[in-house]
């Protein structure tokens, strides 16, 4: 069984930064993708980041040029780095791993909460 476990988040005032990081434990065999996902109140949750095991990552337009995330491979950790951060980019976030060699599993983290504020 797959589980998540993320780390970070907090309060940050606007154009401040803050670094997400998720741990995967499990027994993985094949590919898989890491990757954020938030979730605004009244909104649904929305792709932030993704990368998967080899290609380039994928970002949402919102986010482009201020988060990068990356991976520990050797360690199954994704980081997500967030900078100049605005009011709308206050979310639940939360970490997400699927299988893609076989779709045999797709796993959530906790959530941690991510406020801007001044």
């Known amino acids: 069984q797959v589980q998540l476990v993320e780390s970070g988040g907090g309060l940050v005032q606007p154009g401040g930064s803050l670094r997400l990081s998720c741990t995967l434990s499990g027994i993985i065999f094949g590919s898989y993708t890491m990757g954020w996902y938030r979730q605004a109140p009244g909104k649904e949750r929305e792709l932030v980041a993704e990368a998967p095991s080899s290609g380039s990552a994928v970002y949402a337009d919102s986010v482009k040029g201020r988060f990068s995330i990356s991976r520990e491979s050797t360690k199954n950790i994704a980081n997500l780095q967030m900078s100049s951060l605005k009011p709308e980019d206050t979310a639940v976030y939360y970490c997400?791993?699927?299988?893609?060699?076989?779709?045999?599993?797709?796993?959530w983290g906790q959530g941690t909460q991510v406020t801007v504020s001044p």
């Open positions: 997400n791993a699927r299988d893609t060699s076989w779709n045999a599993w797709n796993s």
